[in-house]
């Protein structure tokens, strides 16, 4: 390819009001050029934006591209000299083999198809508990405290062996240091908080195991420092990803009625109908790599050293993989989206996340058959673009009673 790729100057993150469930328009306008363009970091390091289907699934499936902390750079904030130190023991999400597969390992086992499909009546009596107490304080309610983040928490918590008296204190902290609005002191108070508490947690199952994962890797050879990575792991991506997809998923279907109507009138649509939701709204909006070599890559060399910013939502709108992309269709035959990353690195909790919204969507829907919004969809306030996972901060709902 013997042409000028096309240049990103800046890192584009507003989403339009009302509709925010397209990406931002100059991620689009991006990808029409092409599926890699060229990004300056701040500090004026080179690096890629790749927006296109194709390439981003092939750089998560390349171990020569790198997912280590201390080789990363923030889109949109400058380092300076600052040296990023390696991701903390257990947190395997930064790590490229073989310390990935250290903690990964011995996770595997414990969310399997089945082992997660058992935790389906779990997952309903949680989704009713939470319907009875909207439906008894109602009408009206904020879906995000009401619906979209009890349900997640309560099984994270449950899975991790969280003492129900900790629950709701542990998760509001957990929360704050993931939402992107939190102050400096603030978060850093939450953080150092939670890993406190993850220290506390780690000591109690290793002296009186119980039923939950975390008691179970306690009979390995894992430190309790590695313990405590692995269960801030567990808790960001089985807490946030899921509570966002709920609300956000639930105010495309308020905006999208023929395909509520269709997952209300047909049960049976609704494990397609979480791929496509999934694929549609993309929350984890981008991830990174580093090339740890010279690689040829749709055309272009990236040079060792460079930087890719993954964008999983352009990818999951490339229209040269989805017919119709900007379309949320129930229907949608052509699967195969990257909303749970790709790779070594694929979402380890994914058959968890599906199971939840399996069930909690359709709940949702039959037990309110009249929601609606409570405010025009514009003044839906939404999280801050610095957020890592998209969402909304609230979605005040409604219904007749």
């Known amino acids: 390819m013997g042409d000028s790729p096309h240049t990103v100057t800046t890192m584009p993150a507003a989403r339009r009001p009302g509709c925010p469930f397209d990406p931002p328009a100059e991620l689009t306008e991006a990808r029409g050029h092409g599926p890699m363009s060229r990004y300056t970091f701040p500090g004026g390091k080179p690096g890629w934006l790749v927006t296109g289907y194709d390439l981003v699934r092939s750089v998560l499936a390349d171990q020569r591209f790198s997912s280590r902390k201390e080789l990363m750079l923030h889109p949109t904030l400058d380092y300076g000299d600052i040296e990023v130190p390696p991701a903390p023991p257990g947190e395997f999400l930064l790590m ?26 779990r997952i309903e009596q949680v ?5 009875d107490a909207m439906e008894q304080a109602g009408p009206g ?112 279907l308020l905006r999208n009625p023929e395909q509520l109507a269709a997952l209300r009138a047909e049960p049976e649509l609704a494990d397609r109908a979480v791929e496509e939701l999934l ?38 709108r490339d229209p040269e993989r989805f017919a119709d992309p900007h379309v949320l269709d129930l229907r949608r035959q052509d699967g195969g989206h990257l909303a749970f990353g790709h790779g070594i690195h694929q979402c380890l909790g994914q058959q968890l996340a599906r199971i939840e919204m399996r069930v909690a969507f359709p709940a949702l829907l039959n037990r309110f058959p009249t929601l609606r919004l409570a405010v025009p969809p514009e003044e839906v306030p939404l999280r801050p673009e610095l957020a890592d996972i998209h969402g909304v901060k609230s979605l005040p709902v409604t219904w007749d009673a």
């Open 96 to 121: 490229d083999e073989p310390r990935h597969s250290r903690y990964r390992k011995p996770l595997t086992g414990k969310f399997t198809v089945r082992r997660m499909r058992l935790l389906t009546e």
């Open 279 to 316: 694929r549609y709204l993309s929350v984890a909006k981008t991830f990174m790599r580093t090339a740890l070599e010279d690689v040829e890559l749709g055309g272009r060399t990236v040079r060792a050293g460079e930087r890719l910013i993954l964008s999983y939502n352009t990818a999951n």
């Open 127 to 131: 989704t009713a508990e939470s319907l």
């Open 141 to 252: 309610a904020d879906l995000v405290t009401a619906f979209a983040k009890p349900i997640p928490a309560i099984v994270i918590c449950e899975l991790l062996g969280v003492p129900y008296q900790d629950r709701g204190s542990f998760q509001e902290q957990v929360y704050s240091f993931m939402d992107g609005e939190t102050g400096d002191e603030e978060l850093i108070a939450a953080y150092t908080g939670t890993q406190e508490y993850l220290a506390q947690l780690v000591a109690a199952k290793r002296a009186n195991p119980t039923d939950d994962v975390l008691s179970d890797l306690t009979d390995s050879d894992l430190t309790d420092e590695e313990l405590r990575g692995i269960s801030l792991i567990l808790l960001a991506a089985g807490l946030d990803t899921t509570a966002n997809m709920l609300a956000l998923g639930t105010f495309a």
